[in-house]
């Protein structure tokens, strides 16, 4: 991929090749159809947990992202690693259908921000301040930051023929995706919507979906390539169903943080992409010092 082009400039809105303005009107918040665009969002958002916003990327908008995540999606991180909805240590003294003693194999993998050029729509999209703006104010806050983790906040969710990814839940409170290329069967996102609440883990309803007893609770997403979608994931039960077929599924995931400096814990960075950098040996360095929550 060539990185002659400009690099990304954070200060421009321009992203009329790449959204379609008309329909969301991101470049011109505050507006009336902004506020609209919002208070509908938002709506979506406390009752589901999840909302989409129908081919928000241009036609041609799409062919690029398209065009880019497969041109990186070799670059992706798999390992095959048998995991439980918490990512946590198996612990024997649990009662068998607790769950934390059920472990899925997730098969998924990851393309990071650090291996996606400078130049890329992709990058465009994630550091533009439009996007920023849409993602706080849906999300009811001042404002949103790009992490500071060089791998975590823009990454490509990549799962060839075969791959899945088990049910989870995020570490962040809020993220922002866009399909670039379904799967041709499969691959669809399922999820929760609320299932488990700040101070309540609602263990029994969990145990009873992660063991394929409580379909009423399991909502599947009808999403396409160019749909943008919000997601509360720390709350909401989630996965992304076997990818069957031929295609590669491709997704980008983008994730902003409530502060500037955020970044990912090291043992979890090694996870789930298999290195870690100087900046994440740092500040934990930094956070074992000052005993601040990351
Ligand atoms: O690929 C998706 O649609 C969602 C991916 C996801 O849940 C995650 O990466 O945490
Ligand atoms: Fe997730």
Redesign the pocket.
Same mark, same amino acid.
């Given at each position: 991929m060539s990185t002659a082009l400009k690099f990304a400039d954070a200060g421009t809105t321009d992203l009329a090749d790449l959204v379609d303005l008309q329909r969301y009107p991101i470049d011109d918040p505050e507006s009336e159809p902004w506020r609209a665009l919002v208070k509908q969002v938002r709506e979506h958002l406390d009752k589901d947990g999840c909302a989409v916003l129908p081919e928000f990327i241009t036609a041609d908008g799409l062919k690029q992202l398209r065009a880019e995540t497969n041109a990186l999606a070799d670059k992706a991180f798999f390992q095959r690693r048998e995991c439980n909805i918490y990512n946590s240590e198996p612990d024997a003294s649990l009662p068998e259908h607790d769950p934390r003693q059920i472990f899925f194999e997730r098969s998924s993998g990851f393309v990071t921000r650090d291996t996606i050029p400078a130049d890329t729509a992709l990058q465009r999209l994630y550091v533009s301040p439009g996007l920023k703006q849409l993602v706080a104010a849906c999300n009811q806050l001042p404002e949103v930051y790009e992490y500071a983790d060089p791998f975590a906040g823009l990454v490509v969710?990549t799962m060839p023929p075969e791959a899945y990814?088990p049910w989870h839940y995020?570490s962040n409170e809020f993220i922002t +995706?866009i399909?670039t290329q379904a799967a041709d069967t499969g691959g669809e996102?399922q999820y929760c919507p609320g299932i488990r609440t700040p101070g309540n883990e609602n263990l029994s309803e969990v145990s009873e979906v992660i063991r394929d007893r409580l379909p009423s609770r399991i909502k599947t997403l009808t999403l396409n390539p160019g749909d943008l979608q919000m997601f509360r994931?720390r709350y909401s039960l989630?996965q992304?169903s076997r990818v069957q077929g031929q295609q590669t599924r491709l +997704?980008a995931?983008m994730a902003y943080a409530k502060h500037p400096g955020v970044i990912g814990p090291v043992e979890r960075t090694r996870q789930l992409y298999g290195r870690v950098s100087e900046a994440h040996l740092l500040a934990e360095r930094h956070q074992s010092k000052d005993g601040l929550i990351r």
């Amino acid at each position: 991929m060539s990185t002659a082009l400009k690099f990304a400039d954070a200060g421009t809105t321009d992203l009329a090749d790449l959204v379609d303005l008309q329909r969301y009107p991101i470049d011109d918040p505050e507006s009336e159809p902004w506020r609209a665009l919002v208070k509908q969002v938002r709506e979506h958002l406390d009752k589901d947990g999840c909302a989409v916003l129908p081919e928000f990327i241009t036609a041609d908008g799409l062919k690029q992202l398209r065009a880019e995540t497969n041109a990186l999606a070799d670059k992706a991180f798999f390992q095959r690693r048998e995991c439980n909805i918490y990512n946590s240590e198996p612990d024997a003294s649990l009662p068998e259908h607790d769950p934390r003693q059920i472990f899925f194999e997730r098969s998924s993998g990851f393309v990071t921000r650090d291996t996606i050029p400078a130049d890329t729509a992709l990058q465009r999209l994630y550091v533009s301040p439009g996007l920023k703006q849409l993602v706080a104010a849906c999300n009811q806050l001042p404002e949103v930051y790009e992490y500071a983790d060089p791998f975590a906040g823009l990454v490509v969710n990549t799962m060839p023929p075969e791959a899945y990814q088990p049910w989870h839940y995020d570490s962040n409170e809020f993220i922002t +995706t866009i399909m670039t290329q379904a799967a041709d069967t499969g691959g669809e996102f399922q999820y929760c919507p609320g299932i488990r609440t700040p101070g309540n883990e609602n263990l029994s309803e969990v145990s009873e979906v992660i063991r394929d007893r409580l379909p009423s609770r399991i909502k599947t997403l009808t999403l396409n390539p160019g749909d943008l979608q919000m997601f509360r994931g720390r709350y909401s039960l989630h996965q992304v169903s076997r990818v069957q077929g031929q295609q590669t599924r491709l +997704t980008a995931v983008m994730a902003y943080a409530k502060h500037p400096g955020v970044i990912g814990p090291v043992e979890r960075t090694r996870q789930l992409y298999g290195r870690v950098s100087e900046a994440h040996l740092l500040a934990e360095r930094h956070q074992s010092k000052d005993g601040l929550i990351r």
